[in-house]
T-cell receptor, first 118, second 113 residues
Framework: AQTVTQSQPEMSVQEAETVTLSCTYD???????LFWYKQPPSRQMILVIRQEAYKQQNATENRFSVNFQKAAKSFSLKISDSQLGDAAMYFCAYRRKTEETSGSRLTFGEGTQLTVNP | GAGVSQSPSNKVTEKGKDVELRCDPISGHTALYWYRQSLGQGLEFLIY????????KSGLPSDRFSAERTGGSVSTLTIQRTQQEDSAVYLC???????????FGDGTRLSIL
């Protein structure tokens, strides 16, 4: 079974600074997806960034980027120029790759609560 | 609608009562998922529907939990004889076909007294 581990229950960062959130996972699959989701107090899970395991290039989305180390099974999220609106719970998630018409569950880590200080 | 819609937003009920939670996925999305988020925890998979295929019920914690999806669209999660440990936020997600990113609703916060 796949597992996802986030070892940092809480992190804090100063506004405009950079912060990195850690995530490790365990799987025997060779092709899969990794995600970072953001959950503000509104409860809605918002997709931040997605990485396909067979792509060596790290995904980026504006101020958000990942450091994907497949051999080490590590998938960290870097937030640059942190803003007050980035404050939220961040979840790392894994999903195995399936046929286009099929789907599979997301396996989530325990989450990291990010505080952004003004 | 534009996003995944869940109702009610909050539900408080007495132990032993049955509850129904509703999810209306994004129009055109064929895959629908239910997850449970207990206080301070990550999300736990419950059940998955894909088109007309038999649902994947492997995450349902007990036979008190069931779900159906009518007409390939709206889904209802039913919890019978609720227990205090059922208190959690229940999140629904949908995706266009199976292998696309999942979009989540705002969840239903269920509190069992």
């Amino acid at each position: 079974a796949q597992t996802v581990t986030q070892s940092q229950p809480e992190m804090s960062v100063q506004e405009a600074e950079t912060v990195t959130l850690s995530c490790t996972y365990d799987t025997s699959e060779s092709d899969y997806y990794l995600f970072w989701y953001k959950q503000p107090p509104s409860r809605q899970m918002i997709l931040v960034i997605r990485q396909e395991a067979y792509k060596q290039q790290n995904a980026t989305e504006n101020r958000f980027s990942v450091n994907f180390q497949k051999a080490a099974k590590s998938f960290s999220l870097k937030i640059s120029d942190s803003q007050l609106g980035d404050a939220a719970m961040y979840f790392c998630a894994y999903r195995r790759k399936t046929e286009e018409t099929s789907g599979s569950r997301l396996t989530f880590g325990e989450g990291t609560q990010l505080t952004v200080n003004p | 609608g534009a996003g995944v819609s869940q109702s009610p937003s909050n539900k408080v009920t007495e132990k032993g009562k049955d509850v129904e939670l509703r999810c209306d996925p994004i129009s055109g999305h064929t895959a629908l998922y239910w997850y449970r988020q207990s206080l301070g925890q990550g999300l736990e998979f419950l059940i998955y529907f894909q088109g007309n295929s038999a649902p994947d019920k492997s995450g349902l914690p007990s036979d008190r939990f069931s779900a159906e999806r009518t007409g390939g669209s709206v889904s209802t999660l039913t919890i019978q004889r609720t227990q205090q440990e059922d208190s959690a936020v229940y999140l629904c997600a949908s995706s266009f076909m199976g292998d696309q990113p999942q979009h989540f609703g705002d969840g239903t916060r269920l509190s069992i007294l």
